[in-house]
């Protein structure tokens, strides 16, 4: 099977989300285009990987192009829970990796659940570390904001950010309080040798069992926790194995292309 990966420019290396949305395509062999300067032969391709609605903007022309051609169109949809899979978007498309439900609580038509991943490699654990990080986005996440006026927010990304996990003893997992789902961020915390703090979601088992994290109900619960956590490297070293066994992008690599 030859692939053929189209990356968009806005996601590179060094972009904060580019090893959540593509480290997985890095694993698999296959060629790489970029999204605004489009030019390979998709008759050369048995299949190609393509990146979620939202980089498609401004790109109809090709979006229709290639929905015309018979390869194989395999989607990777990280933000469906804005949207519904009825958008005509998702039209023509063979296969969709999906990270959760769409808006309305709807598979695709045709596609697979795709658990997060991580790099590793990239990411590596340092056991111990003090006090407890809330390093994330608050754009579009109520929940987050609220836990912001009660527990000290930090903005950091790329290499500061893993160096901000690796000297935290734990750190705050939370959604935006109506979609409540796990997000890619536990598994960096897990990488970087950092417990995990979360309120509760459906799907954390997926991840990891619950005696490894550390639950929040209430506000008031998470800063209680804060005040008073410590470092058990114990469960620090049990969650970067879980990561090893089961969560790195290489691994995910092979479910996709079995998958396919």
Known sequence: MKILKIYPA???????????????????????????????????????????Y??????????????????????????????SFEDSFYEGMDFIFYRCLDKHSNKPARGSHLLWSVDHERMKPVYGGEGVSFACSLTGYPFRKEIAQRVNHKSVTGVDYIKHLQSS??????????????????LEFAACGTQIISNRTPDMNLYFPDELITYFDTIDQLVDIVKTFEADISIQKQLREIIEDKHTDRIRAKQIINEL
């Open 10 to 52: 806005k996601d590179h290396p060094q972009r904060y989300n580019y090893h959540i949305n593509y480290g997985v395509w890095d694993n698999i062999d296959g060629d790489s285009v970029i999204l605004e300067t489009f030019n390979a032969d998709l008759n050369e391709y048995d299949c190609v990987f393509m990146p979620m």
């Open 54 to 83: 939202a980089r498609w903007a401004g790109h109809s022309n090709l979006l229709d192009r290639i929905k015309g051609h018979n390869i194989r169109k395999v989607l990777f949809d990280n933000d469906c829970y804005h949207r």
């Open 169 to 186: 003893a734990g750190a705050i997992h939370a959604n935006n309080g109506s979609l409540i789902i796990t997000h890619a961020k536990v």
